[in-house]
């Protein structure tokens, strides 16, 4: 055991992420200094179906030699057991869950997305859904906060003439991500793939009616009506309806976010 240290706890994501915290679990391993893999992402699996065979070897041997393995929801358990046998434990991740409600919930503010801006977050599926109801619902709007490349969503959004209704932030601070969710009638996160996606948390936690994707850890947490409206990635159709749903139900609407907000608080509340 190295001097002074009882246990290491190591946070990983996948690719350079895991590369890096590999080396600091091998070195735990040579002292004998016991350590925590706490896995963070969904991209795990992918990079290890996608890795040299010397890689998965390194892979299998982190997890084995771990004193626990954290993941993120039992889908994510499994994914990791399937890479090698672990002692494992499921954990949430934890969120502040106000006191009430924003304050814009069940509105007729925007559709908002906060995260990285790109296709694997579905953002041009976003813009494609809107303006298949911009006739239906004229004073909606979106807007996707988050870094990212904004100018293929710019690009469609004047194709397909929403320009004036897609508004882009950029990366935003905690202190503006909680003013946009107040102001936001629903949140949307038609992801390709996700762990338990923090943002998701964050917008159930204040009562905003959520549409996800049934990706990754998230059929963990939530069930589609109940909790959020899930629909199939790359859909704008069904993205679409889901919006019209929403707006044009404005009670089902605030029913749902405050389900929304107890499964969180019942489930992830720090």
Known sequence: ????????????????????????????????????????????VRYYEGASGAERAVVRRVLRSAALVVALGDSW???LNAMAPCVSVRV?????????????VGGDGPVLVTGRVGDHKGSRVLVEALALVADRHPGRHL?????????????????????????????????????????????????????MPMALLEAMARGVPCIVTPVGGIPDLVADGEHVLFVAPDDPRGLADA????????????????????????????
């Open 77 to 79: 358990e499994r994914a």
């Open 1 to 44: 055991m190295v001097r002074g240290v009882d246990m290491v706890w190591i946070h990983s994501s996948a690719d350079a992420s895991f590369r890096r915290k590999a080396v600091v679990a091998t070195l735990a391993r040579l002292t004998r200094t016991p350590y925590v893999f706490h896995s963070h992402t969904s991209g795990m």
């Open 143 to 195: 807007v996707l906060a988050g870094d990212g490349d904004p100018a293929p969503v710019r690009e469609l959004a004047a194709r397909l003439g929403v320009s004036d209704r897609v508004t882009l932030t950029g990366w935003v601070d905690g202190d503006r991500v909680a003013r946009l969710l107040d102001e936001a009638s629903v949140f949307a996160l038609p992801s390709r793939d996700e762990g």
């Open 92 to 104: 949430m991740n934890p969120v502040d869950v106000p006191a009430d409600a924003g304050h814009g």
């Open 243 to 270: 919006l019209d749903r929403l707006w044009s139900h404005p009670d089902e609407d605030r029913a749902m976010g405050e389900r929304g907000r107890q499964r969180v608080r019942e489930r992830c509340s720090t």
